[in-house]
């Protein structure tokens, strides 16, 4: 597995969170807001984004050692078609977020410096041990443009399920 | 007073190998007792209400199989606020988990509590205390209320509700359909369980639920002990659902009947909830009704969906197929469902709306949900979030449940798959939230503790 699956690409960092700040992060991300007000919604091409802290990992059974953390790490992970450059380009100029929830992590260098910050995010990367995505060559553009089509369908069959063949066949022209 | 009809005896008993003596006796099986009441209560003076629990205590009932059936029979459980004013430790109350520690009320947007459902509409506060009342009739039902739970503030508590409930003729919801069909079949319970009961192993065979799932202190379906508060809540007890859900009967009568949807208004009910109205699913009879099938007690819930993959039998937004996925096809089998599951020991309460009347007559009329498990969140929050009010599981999209889902604006489109499908735009409400709480039923052990009779 790697970080890369068709065209979308899986960037998964970690960064270790001072000491202290990891209740005032958690709230921070608490109020960050999500679905069309989320920061991430100003970058065209992310398909998903999660910040989250990690205090512990979660014990999944007896199969597994419990493994707990000696410092808290904040896990930012997105999803995206297009190269990680641009996306972390994008980042940097479109959301100054990252300076709030990486600000309170060690050695965040700040998005003023663009080297410097394109740096540090590489830094803190992991390789993506498991990307499976339901769209490995489908751009977010190309998703939008079918859950779109999808409604516009159920819309027309659910408008035009009484009509006769003739009907519906002239009304699908119209439509489509 | 009608009760269940006779036709689909209770599941019979067989050796147990947990404590049954220890175990709050509503949760391994249903009492069968016609007339029952549901007692919210709040605790204004803690030695006072210390004195009410251990006065009641004789009269709660417990798993052990009984040789003759009880006139009366109470359980108790109790909210986190009810914890927290009896007095529990700081470490046993953070013991608690969250969903829980919060109560119903903060979880409300996660459950699809909104609009005329939403909790600044209720009927009733978070109580304290929830007695479950059950009795052989009603003439007993009153007798057991007046005479132990005298719920008065001379008694240290103050009644926030009380809630009636009692059987419909013939079993059935305020829909007209046969409920309390389905259970997890529950490992060493002692109660015999029926084909379909569990959970799907092989093709056509069964096994039951793993005890964990719903009493604590047990192994689960993960092979683990789920997470427990501490002891002596940690074993044999169950987190319980109790939500009061108005149900609006003229509404679904209408909506069936002006949907036009070609099979006709009886078939379009039946492909809403999953089952016929004498309890015949629709998996095994998708044309019509099958009494002989419905009063066999070995067919009744013996079906799966794997291999109904389109829902051309049994639509994939029913209910009971949205509530319970059984081994639908990306569900690993039914491994998948088994982490799900709950026991459900709902009662009607109002009097059923008459046959063939259309319009609403006012009339307070639903079901008092209950339901048991041993995780809020895994068991029924996630049934309800994001089985009963999200589609996308089932390739939906956004529709809800037909029967029981929140009409969300976008979300109320019906599909009843077939060639051609049909759909059905704009489903009215149906069901209506009016009150509830999360509780915690604990082990006699432990009840015996808060009543400060365990030394
Ligand atoms: C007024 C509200 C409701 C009504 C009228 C209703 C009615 C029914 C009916 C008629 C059945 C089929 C009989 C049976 O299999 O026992 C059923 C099954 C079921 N319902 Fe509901 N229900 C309601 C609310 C809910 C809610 C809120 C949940 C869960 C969050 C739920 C979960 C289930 C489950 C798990 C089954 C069994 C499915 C199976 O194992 O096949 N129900 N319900």
């Known amino acids: 597995m790697s970080n890369e699956n068709g065209t979308a690409y899986a960037l998964t960092t970690y960064a270790r969170v001072e000491t202290g700040h990891e209740d005032a992060l958690d ?44 410092h808290a790490h904040l896990v930012v992970s997105t999803t995206f078609n297009g190269g990680l450059d641009e996306h972390l380009e994008a980042l ?21 410096d663009r080297a410097a910050f394109v740096a540090y995010v590489r830094s803190i990367q992991r390789r993506t041990s498991l990307f499976s995505t339901p769209f490995p060559t489908a751009t977010v553009d190309d998703v939008r443009q079918s859950i779109a089509l999808r409604a516009q369908v159920i819309d027309f069959a659910a408008a035009t399920q009484h009509l006769s063949a003739d009907d519906l066949h002239r009304r699908f022209l119209e439509t489509f | 007073m009608e009760g269940r009809p006779t036709r689909l005896p209770p599941r019979d008993a067989t050796p147990a190998d947990i404590d049954l003596s220890d175990i709050q006796g509503n949760v391994l099986r249903g009492y069968t007792m016609p007339a029952a009441a549901y007692l919210m209560l709040r605790i204004s ?6 004195t009410l629990l251990r006065r009641s205590l004789p009269l709660v009932c417990t798993a052990e199989t009984w ?3 009880p006139a009366a ?23 608690f988990p969250p969903a ?3 109560g119903m009320r903060a979880r409300a947007t996660l459950l699809g509590d909104v609009g005329p459902s939403a909790p600044d509409q209720w009927e009733f506060d978070e109580p304290h205390v929830l007695v479950s009342v059950y009795a052989a009739d009603a003439e007993r039902l009153e007798e057991t209320l007046g005479s132990v739970l005298v719920p008065d503030t001379q008694d240290g508590v103050e009644l926030l509700h009380v809630q009636r409930a009692h059987d419909l003729p013939g079993g059935k919801d305020h829909f007209g359909f046969f409920d309390g069909v389905s259970q997890p079949a529950i490992q060493g319970s002692g109660v015999l369980s029926r084909p379909g009961d569990g959970i799907r192993q092989g093709e056509h065979g069964w096994r039951e639920v793993a005890t964990g799932e719903v009493l604590l202190g047990y192994p689960d379906e993960d092979r683990t002990l789920p997470k427990a508060p501490h002891a002596p809540y940690d074993r044999n007890g169950t987190y319980v659902v109790l939500r009061k859900l108005a149900v609006d009967t003229a509404a679904f009568r209408r909506f069936v009947a002006d949907a036009g949807y070609p099979g006709g208004p009886e078939m379009l009910a039946a492909k809403i909830v999953g089952r016929w109205p004498d ?4 998996a095994l009879a998708p044309d019509g009704p099958d009494e002989a099938l419905a009063s066999d007690p070995a067919r009744i819930n013996d079906f799966g969906y794997a291999d ?5 039998r049994c639509p994939l937004g029913s209910h009971i197929r949205r509530a319970n996925p059984r081994d639908a096809p990306s569900f690993f089998g039914g491994r998948l469902s088994a982490r799900h599951r709950i026991v459900r020991r709902g009662r009607a309460y109002g009097d059923p709306l008459p046959p063939g009347v259309l319009d609403d007559d006012g009339a307070d009329r639903g079901l008092v949900f209950v339901s048991f498990q041993s995780n809020l969140w895994r068991q029924f929050e996630t049934i309800q979030a994001q089985w009963i009010n999200d589609g996308d599981r089932f390739g939906l999209g956004r529709d809800t449940d037909p029967l029981v889902g929140e009409p969300y604006p976008g979300a109320t489109k019906l599909t009843v798959p077939g060639t051609p499908p049909y759909f059905v735009t704009s489903r009215p409400r149906l069901v209506t939230m009016r009150g509830g709480a999360y509780l915690f039923q604990p082990s006699m052990t432990a009840l015996r503790h808060l009543a400060r009779l365990d030394g």
Do not use: M
């Open chain 1, 27 to 70: 709230a921070y991300l608490a109020a960050l807001p999500t679905g069309a007000d989320s920061p991430f919604a100003r970058l065209d091409g992310v398909h998903l984004a999660r910040v989250q802290v990690f205090r512990k990992l979660v014990h999944q059974g007896p199969h597994q050692r419990p493994d707990p953390l000696r």
């Open chain 1, 92 to 112: 940097a100029e479109h959301v100054p977020e990252c300076d709030e929830w990486w600000g309170h992590c060690v050695r965040y260098p700040g998005r003023g």
């Open chain 2, 45 to 50: 003076d803690v030695a006072q209400a210390t």
């Open chain 2, 67 to 69: 040789d003759r059936q």
């Open chain 2, 73 to 95: 029979a109470i359980n108790l459980s109790f909210s986190y606020a009810g914890f927290q004013r009896l007095g529990l430790d700081p470490d046993t109350l953070a013991s």
């Open chain 2, 100 to 102: 829980f520690r919060e």
């Open chain 2, 279 to 282: 309890g015949t699913p629709l």
């Open chain 2, 308 to 312: 109904d993959p389109q829902g051309l």
